[in-house]
């Protein structure tokens, strides 16, 4: 019986401390899928024929909106990731609402998968970001965070603005 907690201890305790050791990587993993959810459901609460709304003509409508957040995850992602992003049949916004569901969808698994193996260890590696300029790991974790944030706030507004509920004003009860 001491053996296998012995074993047991050997094989979990690494596993463990590279969990604690992590915890800027780990958060951000987290604050990942919270986010997908949300802005999925966002744009699954749109209605269809909402898709082409804007505010006003200066603003990107709902559908540019989430096509931008498609192009961007694969990006943002696989640069932070280190990893290619995959390459995909063009989805525009002169796609259907269902078409860019599914494609935003992917986009965050793209994001699940390949932000699986990033940890603390490399947060200050300069890495190519947007035509080449190097930008440190962590600053480009923080813009993705930021601008994840921003497009969740415009979507919610564009929701109020149609009369719905933004998801996370509905998990609140508000």
């Not at 609460?45 to 909402?50: F, G, N, Q, S, T």
């Not at 990731?81 to 002169?94: N, Y």
């Not at 796609?95 to 998968?113: G, I, P, S, Y």
Request: glycine share 6%.
């Amino acid at each position: 019986m001491r053996r296998v907690l012995t074993a047991l201890a050997v094989s979990v305790l690494p596993c463990v401390a590279a969990a604690q050791t992590s915890p800027v990587s780990e958060a951000f993993r987290k604050n990942a899928q919270e986010v997908s959810k949300n802005l999925i459901a966002a744009a699954e609460e749109m209605p269809a024929d909402k898709y082409g709304f804007s505010p006003t003509p200066a603003q990107m409508s709902f559908r540019h909106v989430v096509v931008h957040l498609a192009q961007g995850n694969d990006y943002l992602c696989g640069a932070i990731a280190g990893a290619k992003a995959p390459t995909r049949a063009k989805v525009d916004t002169t796609a259907t609402k269902d078409a860019l569901v599914a494609r935003l969808k992917e986009t965050f698994q793209f994001c699940d998968q390949s932000l699986a193996a990033i940890d603390d260890s490399k947060l200050g590696e300069q890495i190519p970001f947007f035509g080449g300029r190097p930008m440190a790991r962590a600053a480009i974790m923080t813009l993705t965070t930021a601008d994840w944030a921003d497009h969740y706030s415009q979507s919610a507004i564009y929701l109020r603005l149609n009369g719905l509920l933004p998801p996370t004003a509905k998990k609140s009860g508000m």
